[in-house]
Antibody, heavy 123, light 110 residues
Framework: EMQLVESGGGLVQPGGSLRLSCAAS????????MNWVRQAPGKGLEWISS????????YYADSVKGRFSISRDNTESSVFLQVNSLRAEDTAVYSC????????????????WGTGTTVTVSS | QSVLTQPPSVSAAPGQKVTISCSGS????????VSWYQQLPGTAPKLLIY???KRPSGIPDRFSGSKSGTSATLDITGLQTGDEADYYC???????????FGTGTKVTVL
């Protein structure tokens, strides 16, 4: 069974940092682009970042560019999101999702999702 | 902020049909493929439709997608109480080099 399990969330003060992890199982991790998507309380889905199978190319949403950094370890079947300079508006459930398709051809979707880890930014 | 616009809510009686629209621009829905995601209350999103109209294995044919120009549509026929959920469209935006989701639509079964 394909599975994604996130961890690393928690309560952090404004300006603080966290490292989120997503462990994959049940599929060949190195064959897929991986994504982070967040959902603020009561709000919609917001794509945050994508990383290609061998760590290039990497894309970020403008809202997190310069503050968040995505990485992956194919030997551990894991993808990470380093979140720095956190703001109250970064409070959300952060989920990882497996990507399918190709950006260049415009056919891209996310077909396997984790349940997420909660990040709360508050003093 | 979402660049794909959806109606906030749609509703219909059991067995009826609902249609959800997703309006974008040439840089996303107009020239790239659209996907649809279903998010049941308290659960992770689920891929419902990809490449405008294709269904992943296990998705019933009551769910269908289409696209014309810069707008995409998700139809749900034979509406069931278990279809009550939030639905999001999504597409790659070639100008932003970003994946964009729609604003989301809540489906209510009356």
């Amino acid at each position: 069974e394909m599975q994604l399990v996130e961890s690393g969330g928690g309560l952090v003060q404004p300006g603080g940092s966290l490292r989120l992890s997503c462990a994959a199982s049940g599929f060949t991790f190195s064959g897929y682009t991986m994504n982070w998507v967040r959902q603020a309380p009561g709000k919609g889905l917001e794509w945050i970042s994508s990383i290609s199978p061998y760590s290039g190319p990497i894309y970020y949403a403008d809202s997190v560019k310069g503050r968040f950094s995505i990485s992956r370890d194919n030997t551990e079947s894991s993808v990470f999101l380093q979140v720095n300079s956190l703001r109250a508006e970064d409070t959300a459930v952060y989920s990882c999702a497996r990507g399918r398709g190709y950006f260049s051809s415009g056919t891209y979707n996310m077909d396997v999702w984790g349940t997420g880890t909660t990040v709360t930014v508050s003093s | 902020q979402s660049v794909l616009t959806q109606p906030p809510s749609v509703s219909a009686a059991p067995g009826q049909k609902v249609t959800i629209s997703c309006s974008g621009s040439s840089s996303n829905t107009g020239n790239n493929f659209v996907s649809w995601y279903q998010q049941l209350p308290g659960t992770a999103p689920k891929l419902l439709i990809y490449d405008n109209e294709k269904r992943p294995s296990g998705i019933p044919d009551r769910f269908s997608g289409s696209k014309s120009g810069t707008s995409a549509t998700l139809d749900i026929t034979g509406l069931q109480t278990g279809d009550e959920a939030d639905y999001y469209c999504g597409a790659w935006d070639s100008s932003l080099s970003a994946y964009v989701f729609g604003t989301g639509t809540k489906v209510t079964v009356l």
